[in-house]
């Protein structure tokens, strides 16, 4: 049986989860669940739980990644939160820190279909 690599935000998410660990069982949230509508302002301390709807935009020297916010609440816990996070990502390819890291409402960047713009908001730097 062949071993896979585990991907960067995986093992980013892995080390968060040891600087604060969460005595959960952590299987996947609800996809309902959460904030309505995309804020105004950066929801720093808000658990990623109620922001499972939303991804991060992660760009490093490699390219442009997408980190869905629901999976990373499976994995290393629900009450997390984007300033416990941001700090500790890493490119999974290059090992180099992220470069910019947005908090989108659509992972494909499109804009959706009535066109309504995708909303962004700046996390780092």
Known sequence: MKHRKTPGWVRTAMAVRQVNPDETAFPLPPADGGLEGFPER?????????MSNWWLAVNCPC????????????????????REIVPFLRCATCRERPSNVQLVDSPTGDTGKFGA???????HP
């Open 117 to 123: 713009r995708m909303k962004r908001l700046q996390l």
């Open 42 to 50: 950066v929801p720093w301390a808000t658990p990623i739980f109620e």
């Open 63 to 82: 390219g442009e990644k997408q980190v869905p916010l629901r999976l990373l609440a499976a994995r290393i816990g629900w009450r997390i939160t984007l």
